[in-house]
């Protein structure tokens, strides 16, 4: 466990300064980019240790590995995000325990959230994840559905939209994924201009371990970075 805290401590400091000289690059501060362990499979100490060195937000893909490492987590000192397809009969079981659900993708899990979230006398927080490779298997709006799905899900009460994430195809060079990087930045700025109750379009959470860096040359204000933090995952 020695080893692998090390090991943690050193990616942390290099993913720090990568996203620094991302953020100077491309005209911001570092302050400006959310930098958000995506945390599945990793173990509450791990992660706890993560958070020591100054990790601030962490994420996790599956309500069940969320809801069994809740009470491990030092969330006095880091803030709990949803980033995984999220199914409307899970909603209630994390609804109380995340600052941001960042995987709504249709005006029926949009309604539940905002259901559960009156329960619990709260307004949930969330991105809209949009299909931006517009790939079959994959969850997230079509981008030409996004404008519909935006103005649909902004006059539900018990929700805020933050922003929007995305997951882009996998990509042989940095190149070919800048593209879709880029063509989300401009739904993302596009949308932005736009009022609408209940809509502030804050967040665009875009890049992970792979690209995190191009992803911030891109636009992004928030990254999700995992194995290149904690290394490769063990399969659960």
Known sequence: MTKL????????????????????????????????????????QVINHAISLGLKYIGENRVQELVSKYDSYDLENADLQFIGHLQTNKVRQIIDKVSLIQSVDSVKLAQEVARQAKIHHKTMNILIEVNIGQEKNKSG??????????????????????????????????????KYFEKMHKIFIDNSVKKSDNVSMELLSMGMSDDYSEAILCGANMVRVGSALFGSRTKK
């Open 5 to 44: 805290l090390d090991s943690v401590t050193e990616n942390y400091k290099l993913i720090e300064q990568n996203i620094c000289d991302a953020a100077e690059k491309a005209g911001k501060s570092r302050d400006d980019i959310i930098f958000l362990a995506a945390t599945k499979t990793v173990e509450p």
């Open 141 to 178: 709006v079509m981008p030409e559905m996004l404008d519909t799905l935006i103005g649909e899900i902004s006059e539900i009460d018990g929700i805020f939209v933050k922003g929007l994430m995305a997951i882009p195809p996998v990509c042989d060079d940095k190149s070919e994924i800048c």
